[in-house]
């Protein structure tokens, strides 16, 4: 944090969270959507697979998750012992609400055949009918473990099983769901900002529409752009992910310049943790995130599965 220009509410905020940290033996994870001061205090910042590696071994009693109800859900069917709590019950994702329980299990019944692979932005409930888990970092590692005579039921994003089935070369039947903050991005958006920025390599998101992955040259998770970005020598980016990445782009890249595909590129529930939230959670332990331990078990054959190949 910046001292000069951070002003002293948040100083003392910041302070209160950490002593507050410290008494309840919490780790603070942060996605890095999440704004940028909620990185800052973060122990661990980083994508979806690695945070749920994080909660998976870390020795603290209480996780204080800055994300998602999926994100913070994971934790808790691979950590059912520790206290996990989301800062804002309300922060959800639009992607995993696209793939209900009901409608996923009649889709599984219709095909009794296939192996399911959901996403981790998937609900508890949506992971416990699934064969393997995957993230957008693992995607096609996984495809590519399941016996190649065998089709997949890929769960939720169709832009990220598309991207899949095209780098594993397995056949893939997409959910036809989609994450809003990426399905935003246009080909025509990107054509825009590449002109702007001609001398940029483009960096997407796998959940972008496939005709914007085709123009990119470099499509990974939010994990895998930032290690890209770091350790290519090109000195402009034109970034096509939630705009919350930039955070620790731009902090450790300073002698880059990263521009944002869209200015369209929010997620809203991502933005709902604030510091005060986060401080109220330490002081609380709520809300806390727990799953049945039915659900819990079922989902975590499918994420031991996927860390299990990982
Ligand atoms: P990552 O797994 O790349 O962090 O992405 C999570 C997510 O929610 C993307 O929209
Ligand atoms: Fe869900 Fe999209 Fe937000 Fe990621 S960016 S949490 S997929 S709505």
């Not at 749920?52 to 996780?63: D, E, L, M, P």
């Not at 590519?144 to 890929?154: G, M």
């Not at 089935?165 to 399905?183: D, E, L, M, T, Y």
């Not at 001609?198 to 796998?206: G, T």
Request: aromatic share 6%; glycine share 4%.
């Amino acid at each position: 944090m910046n001292n000069k220009t951070d002003n002293p509410t948040k100083i003392n905020l910041v302070k209160e969270i950490l002593a507050w940290k410290k008494k309840r033996e919490a780790v603070i994870l942060a996605h890095v959507y999440q704004p940028g001061e909620i990185q800052d205090i973060a122990d661990f910042t980083g994508d979806s697979l690695f945070l749920s590696q994080q909660a998976a071994k870390t020795q603290a009693k209480v996780i204080v998750f800055c994300g998602v109800q999926f994100m913070a859900e994971t934790a808790a069917i691979l950590s059912p012992k520790k206290n996990i709590l989301l800062p804002e019950i309300k922060a959800g994702c639009p992607l995993a609400d696209m793939a209900p329980y009901e409608k996923v299990k009649n889709k599984i019944k219709e095909l009794p055949e296939v192996v399911v692979v959901s996403y981790v932005n998937s609900s508890a409930n949506v992971k416990s009918l699934s064969d393997y888990c995957c993230t957008s970092a693992n995607a096609v590692q996984i495809a590519q473990a399941i016996p190649a005579e065998r089709d997949i039921l890929f769960i939720p994003d169709k832009n990220l099983a598309n991207f899949t089935a095209k780098r594993s070369k397995r056949k893939i039947i997409p959910w036809q769901g989609f994450c809003p903050v990426h399905n935003v991005l246009t080909k025509e958006g990107v054509i825009k900002v590449k002109k702007l920025h001609p001398q940029a390599l483009l960096l997407v998101h796998p959940e972008c529409r496939p005709e914007v992955c085709n123009m990119a040259d470099y499509i990974g998770s939010t994990r895998e752009i930032i290690e890209f970005a770091s350790n290519n020598q090109a000195k402009e980016y034109i970034i096509g992910t939630e705009i919350g990445i930039f955070h620790p782009l731009r902090k450790n890249n300073p002698g880059k310049q990263f521009f944002p595909a869209s200015e369209n590129m929010i997620c809203q529930d991502m933005k709902l943790i604030t510091l005060e939230k986060v401080l109220y959670s330490l002081q609380s332990l709520k809300p806390r995130i727990t799953v049945s331990e039915d659900i819990r078990k079922k989902s975590l054959n499918a994420l031991n599965r996927m860390i299990e190949i990982t």
